[in-house]
């Protein structure tokens, strides 16, 4: 069964940092472009961070820009979201998803085929 697994969420301070991790079962990240989203209560998905197939090239939403990182190791088929300076607005079910295309990445939904069911990121004093 092909599937995507996130993990790592949690409560955190604001101002403080956390890393998600996202697993691949049954395929391999080494193909396909990875993405996380973001769901705040009642706002729709927004896309918020990319990762291209081969690794090489990333895409940051401007809500998360200079905050947050991703990078992909490919050896343990995971892709990660490093969470720094995390603010209240951060607060949110985080989903991953992946795709296979070409050698780039999106922030917008449609493309991905194979979606998590998300963790849930709560900043809180």
């Known amino acids: 069964q092909l599937q995507v697994v996130e993990s790592g969420g949690g409560l955190v301070q604001p101002g403080g940092s956390l890393r998600l991790a996202c697993v691949a079962h049954?395929?391999?990240?080494?193909?396909?472009?990875v993405a996380w989203f973001y769901q705040a209560p009642g706002n729709e998905r927004e896309g918020i961070s990319c990762i291209t197939r081969d690794g090489r090239g990333t895409h940051f939403g401007d809500s998360v820009k200079a905050r947050f990182t991703i990078s992909k190791d490919n050896t343990e088929n995971t892709v990660y979201l490093q969470m720094n300076s995390v603010k209240l607005a951060d607060t949110g079910v985080y989903y991953c998803?992946?795709?296979?295309?070409?050698?780039?990445?999106?922030?917008?939904?449609?493309?991905?085929?194979?979606w998590g069911r998300g963790t849930q990121v709560t900043v809180s004093s």
């Open positions: 998803a992946a795709g296979s295309w070409d050698d780039s990445c999106t922030l917008r939904p449609e493309p991905y085929a194979y």
């Open positions: 049954g395929f391999s990240f080494n193909d396909y472009a």
